[in-house]
């Protein structure tokens, strides 16, 4: 691998621009971004450009296909992941609530640097909703994140995804509970 690495001033406004080329097996890749305040926050930005290089063998050995679940008190939810390919995973998510009302639906996310998001579509008391979702994690599980949410064109969407909550009461560990409904 190589790689280039540029900062510089745009225009006269103190803002960096960050610039990274990177060059693996002959593919080059460049990361550009203006909104970046340091070398730090880029890294994650450039991990994915890294990631999404992988050789099949490698994705294969990193899949997170597979059921989890999370027992909380009498409740239970479950989390069927179907990776596709090296960043879309279909994820079949049914909250099975003892004292409210349950939920199941499907989401096709997007799987990258340990993190599953996508939005969430499910039937509740009869009414189709949309909700976006965030899961942390690998094939071991996967930890539920949360925040203050806005509804955006029909879609409850979290404010800051940057500013995620990662709640370890919502552990989702390997199970084959997602069969028994």
Same mark, same amino acid.
């Given at each position: 691998?190589?790689?280039?690495?540029?900062?510089?001033?745009?225009?006269? /406004?103190?803002?960096?621009?960050?610039?990274?080329?990177?060059?693996?097996?002959?593919?080059?890749?460049?990361?550009?971004?203006?909104?970046? @305040?340091?070398?730090?926050?880029? $890294?994650?930005?450039?991990?994915?450009?890294?990631?999404?290089? @992988? #050789?099949?063998? $490698?994705?294969?050995? /990193?899949?997170?296909?597979?059921?989890?679940?999370?027992?909380?008190?009498?409740?239970?939810? #479950?989390?069927?992941?179907?990776?596709?390919?090296?960043?879309? $995973?279909?994820?079949?998510?049914?909250?099975?609530?003892?004292?409210?009302?349950?939920?199941?639906?499907?989401?096709?996310?997007?799987?990258?640097?340990?993190?599953?998001?996508?939005?969430?579509?499910?039937?509740?008391?009869?009414?189709?909703?949309?909700?976006?979702?965030?899961?942390?994690?690998?094939?071991?599980?996967?930890?539920?994140?949360?925040?203050?949410?806005? #509804? $955006?064109?029909?879609?409850?969407?979290?404010?800051?995804?940057? @500013?995620?909550?990662?709640?370890?009461?919502?552990?989702?560990?390997?199970?084959?509970?997602?069969?028994?409904?």
């Amino acid at each position: 691998a190589a790689y280039v690495l540029s900062e510089g001033n745009e225009n006269s /406004a103190e803002r960096h621009v960050w610039a990274i080329n990177i060059s693996i097996d002959g593919i080059w890749i460049q990361v550009n971004a203006t909104f970046l @305040q340091t070398i730090e926050e880029a $890294v994650p930005l450039i991990q994915a450009a890294i990631d999404s290089l @992988q #050789t099949q063998e $490698v994705h294969d050995a /990193a899949s997170v296909s597979g059921c989890f679940a999370a027992e909380i008190g009498k409740d239970l939810l #479950t989390l069927e992941l179907d990776q596709q390919d090296r960043n879309i $995973v279909v994820a079949n998510i049914d909250y099975l609530w003892s004292e409210k009302d349950q939920n199941q639906g499907q989401m096709i996310g997007h799987y990258s640097n340990q993190i599953l998001t996508g939005i969430y579509e499910f039937t509740s008391e009869g009414e189709r909703s949309l909700r976006e979702l965030f899961f942390k994690g690998d094939k071991t599980g996967f930890v539920a994140g949360f925040g203050p949410v806005e #509804t $955006v064109d029909g879609v409850e969407k979290l404010k800051r995804p940057l @500013q995620i909550k990662w709640d370890e009461s919502y552990k989702y560990l390997p199970s084959d509970k997602c069969s028994n409904k």
